[in-house]
């Protein structure tokens, strides 16, 4: 009786009971309140990136994904085509020609697979930024901020001369001049090409666009 009660104990041990999974993905992209010049009939909220270095970094790690899967395929390719390259017809055989010597025929292959997979590595580069140009220079990234240019600026002294101060208020939002930033919640990142060290050190270094 014992030893039983000890085997039921091991069957619902901890060991035997939990099942562990692996710890989630952390998410690329986070909702955020779209703001008021977002297509209102996508909803009130958007995905963005947190920001530009969180972009620049998911930009570096998808690049990298697809230029390692892209060299793995390329690699069995190559190959593939090396050896097909190096061996020797069918018909050497038929008219007694005398085998192929196999140290050879290994050079051969060597030598092939080296300018294949040399030439595919290049396409592999090409392809991941190709692949990753065009999402991630339409991608959102939030902004905290948006400090008003000088166009905002003459509309806010318009309607700061009306006699209603109410109204030019509400209409633009702000609690008063100058100190309230307009409702602007995120950017494209192609807007801050240029303008930010980490977007356009990514883009300068890797060619995205």
Known sequence: MGTTSAENLDDYSAASTVITFDRPLPLLRGPIRAGPTDDPSAGPYLLAFRDPQAWASALRACKSKIVDQCETGARVGCAIASSNKCKPPWWRAM?????????????????????????????????????????????????????????????????????????????????????????????????LLGSDANCSSVVSKQKVV
């Open 95 to 191: 008219i007694g020609r005398k085998p192929t010597d196999l140290r050879e025929r290994e050079r051969c292959e060597e030598r092939e697979m080296e300018g294949c997979f040399a030439t595919a590595k290049e396409k592999c580069v090409g392809f991941a930024r190709d692949k990753c140009a065009t999402p991630f220079r339409d991608a959102r990234i939030a902004v905290r901020e948006r400090r008003l240019n000088p166009k905002d600026l003459g509309k806010l002294i318009h309607w700061a001369s009306l006699s209603d101060r109410s109204r030019w208020v509400s209409v633009m939002g702000l609690d008063q001049l100058g100190v309230r930033v307009l409702a602007s919640t995120n950017c494209r990142a192609s807007e």
